[in-house]
């Protein structure tokens, strides 16, 4: 994942309001550890933006230090910047190793610990630079291809033995989308696109490039005889929008790099989830697929039929069907691994833990115990893994072995974020909904956690938070949800509070213990309200029905789930029920939007953040379509299909003249996935309603808010508007 941080970290870095693009490298602030002042002890926009944000965590060789990166933000330069860090194992001797105005990320050891490798865009140009380990004599590696240009690196890894290179960068792609000016050379200044094919934006962007890795010798000073190890293959590797170099892995000896690969382009690309690892063999430059037999051939599918209605005739004994990522050798390289959904087109399937043996072919999936997904995994040695993932709206580390004994190593109000293996101990992240992430070491015998690192002690000794509880609830199917309730920091039983649903996207993302600098529960309880954000049906951790329910029914269970939960905490005699309010973003947003035309009086306002309004316009608009064809259960043109019928006799829009409650929209016009027309049709609707609206569009955000001052503007609006309905 260091490629998305590295390219957010450059884009922020060349959105600035307090220095202009003139400013000498010596005139830019070196953006470090914020200082924040505050009149109280509650959590404010300023506070949270000034927190820093650790990056990926690598405890050295011999176990004796942990290197990691931090990002910072400057609300007054509106941007971030990221350093590398270094300290003791136990979390003594902290510091900063780099001091350059310039961002730093992706830090790893090389040389066994004598060296530090890292990705900068120091002199303006994205590469890989190497310093030593106490962070002196930084010195860029030239990456120049035999042609004599230069390779941008966005991210790397390196071979175990040091002595060769992935290098990923982009490659020019014209595939679904020709620019015009490259089409005609006499038309130099055209900025007309032609498109050719679906797929050709994707998340955020105009899809004008894709990454590829490249192969590379390095000889302690420059990479030479790069190549590229997909030449003549124009497939993202790794994919687009989130990978990084966890979709890649070296062999123990050197000589071969497994890799996550989702082979199609256009059409085919935006119906499938198929996704494989293949295995390139550096001596021989030849390829094979370790998940699908050399005769396959994909079934013919329709492509606007429901992909859950597909899925039956679609499987095959043995053939990884859905997403195959993040591929790792064992030590002794006898195995591979790689998390595997079963289903092609259901983005959301549980993320199974599979290790092949190379030798035979054979394929076991060791957490079939664990009836929840993966969301990441090490080898600890050559018979076992540590894996984390969420059961009961935690996340936790587990063990498991090639037989797939799984057990609970970790327990706990909180969430695992990441782990690194150091002799008998594992090196993690930790967060939950009153802390964000800070570094801890965990005993592999006992589970016992200890924090090393206080990134922002010095900002939470300030604040005052609001407890966090559990509270389980019956739902209108007799079955029990488990809600967290997040109170007012000084709360008082005896006072009633204005109370707000918290509506969960995804639509299949966790509502574990997770810290977000958006949609923090702590800032909202700072604010006087209390929070009930419930694991309503389609979130993961509480088994497979619960976790499918969801898949064709947006507006069904999970619906009357969140009317059970806000209805529920409403006995409580401290919850003001004329003042509740409900919010959310993306699957969250489209809630909202459903539940402003069924809710019947319960809400006096509503905030909906990149929700989906009309899920016929959405149909059509969105890039991704297996997540369409699966979710909403095929194309609304096919009155043959019930399960689409039902959907979009359903939608939000549908349900506008019922409308009768104050709501905020929110969007992004780079938002690709949910296209702002929706925010801007929702808002339009409300007016047109006589409904009083509000619409916030940000015209260079995607489906977040990723810049410093965008994100004090969205606290401060969604604040404002809250305030405006609920605290009369």
Not at 263 to 278: E, N, P, Q, R
Not at 537 to 553: H, N
Not at 673 to 685: D, Y
Request: charged content about 25%; glycine content about 8%; hydrophobic content about 35%.
């Amino acid at each position: 994942m260091k490629r998305i941080v590295f390219i957010a970290m450059i884009a922020l870095a060349t959105l600035t309001s307090g220095c202009t693009s003139s400013q000498s490298e010596e005139q830019q602030e070196f953006i470090g550890r914020q200082e924040v002042s505050l009149s109280s002890d509650l959590m404010t926009p300023e506070a949270l933006w000034a927190m820093g944000r650790i990056g990926g965590v690598h405890p050295s060789p011999d176990g004796k230090t942990i290197l990691y990166n931090v990002s910072y933000y400057s609300v007054k330069e509106n941007k971030s910047h990221t350093v590398i860090c270094l300290m003791n194992a136990d979390g003594s001797e902290n510091r900063i190793l780099t001091k350059s105005s310039k961002s730093q990320s992706g830090a790893v050891w090389i040389e066994n610990g004598n060296k530090i490798a890292y990705l900068s865009a120091e002199d303006g140009e994205a590469a890989v630079w190497v310093m030593n380990a106490d962070g002196s004599a930084p010195k860029k590696i030239a990456a120049k291809k035999a042609d004599g240009t230069t390779l941008e690196v966005e991210d790397f890894l390196f071979s175990p033995d040091g002595k060769k290179v992935i290098l990923i960068s982009q490659i020019p792609y014209e595939g679904s989308l020709v620019m015009g000016k490259n089409k005609y050379a006499d038309l130099p200044k055209t900025t007309g696109m032609i498109v050719t094919d679906v797929m050709h934006k994707h998340w955020d962007e105009w899809v004008e490039s894709i990454p590829h890795p490249f192969l590379a010798e390095f000889d302690g000073n420059s990479f030479s005889q790069i190549k590229d190890i997909l030449e003549g293959e124009m497939y993202e590797c790794p994919s687009k929008p989130f990978g990084g170099a966890e979709k890649l892995a070296w062999s123990p000896d050197g000589s071969k790099i497994a890799y996550s690969c989702k082979k199609m382009t256009g059409l085919d690309y935006a119906i499938s989830t198929v996704s494989d690892i293949y295995e390139y063999d550096i001596n021989t430059a030849t390829t094979r697929n370790l998940c699908k037999p050399a005769d396959y051939k994909r079934p013919q599918v329709r492509y606007d039929e429901s992909l859950q209605k597909q899925a039956v005739n679609m499987q095959k004994e043995d053939c990884n069907m859905g997403y195959d990522t993040n591929p790792a050798y064992s030590p002794d390289g006898k195995y591979v691994s790689w998390l595997s959904m079963e289903r092609d087109g259901y983005e959301s399937d549980r993320n199974r833990l599979c290790v092949l043996e190379l030798a035979t072919g054979t394929k076991t999936y060791i957490t079939e115990k664990f009836q929840s997904g993966v969301d990441d995994y090490i080898w600890a040695d050559a018979k076992t893994l540590y894996f984390i993932g969420v059961w009961h709206g935690t996340t936790q580390i587990y063990r498991t072995d090639l037989t797939g004994d799984v057990c609970c190593l970790t327990e706990g109000v909180h969430d695992y974020a990441s782990l690194a293996l150091s002799g008998d101990k594992l090196i993690a992240k930790r967060h939950s909904m009153s802390l964000p992430d800070d570094i801890y070491s965990v005993d592999t015998a006992s589970g016992e956690a200890t924090q090393v690192s206080l990134e922002n002690k010095h900002i939470f000794d300030k604040l005052a938070l609001g407890k966090v509880e559990e509270r389980w609830t019956k739902t209108t199917d007799g079955k029990l949800m488990l809600s967290w309730v997040i109170y007012p920091p000084h709360f008082d039983p005896s006072k009633k509070y204005p109370t707000l649903l918290f509506c969960e996207g995804g639509p299949q993302s966790p509502v574990s213990q997770f810290w977000s600098y958006r949609w923090n529960f702590q800032i909202m309880a700072a604010n006087g309200y209390i929070i009930i954000a419930p694991n309503r049906r389609g979130l993961p951790g509480f088994g497979m029905e619960w976790l499918e329910q969801i898949s064709g029914d947006y507006t069904g269970q999970c619906m009357k789930d969140y009317l059970s939960a806000i209805d529920d905490i409403s006995k409580e005699s401290y919850v003001d029920t004329e003042r509740l309010g409900c919010v959310g973003a993306s699957f969250g947003g489209f809630s909202v939007y459903w539940l402003a035309g069924n809710h019947n009086k319960r809400f006096k306002a509503f905030i909906a953040h990149d929700g989906i309004f009309n899920e016929m316009q959405q149909y059509v608009e969105t890039e991704e379509m297996w997540f369409a064809n699966w979710d909403l259960g095929g194309a609304f043109w096919r009155k043959d299909l019930k399960a689409a019928q039902n959907t979009f006799a359903h939608s939000p829009h549908v349900y506008v003249d019922k409308w009768d409650t104050p709501i905020l929209c929110i969007h992004g016009e780079k938002d690709y996935r949910i296209l702002a027309s929706q925010g801007e049709s929702a808002f339009n609707a409300a007016r047109m309603r006589g409904i009083e609206a509000e619409l916030l569009l940000y015209p260079d955000e995607n489906h977040w808010v990723l810049k410093p001052q965008n994100g004090i503007l969205w606290q401060r609006t969604f604040f404002e508007w809250l305030d405006r309905y609920l605290k009369k």
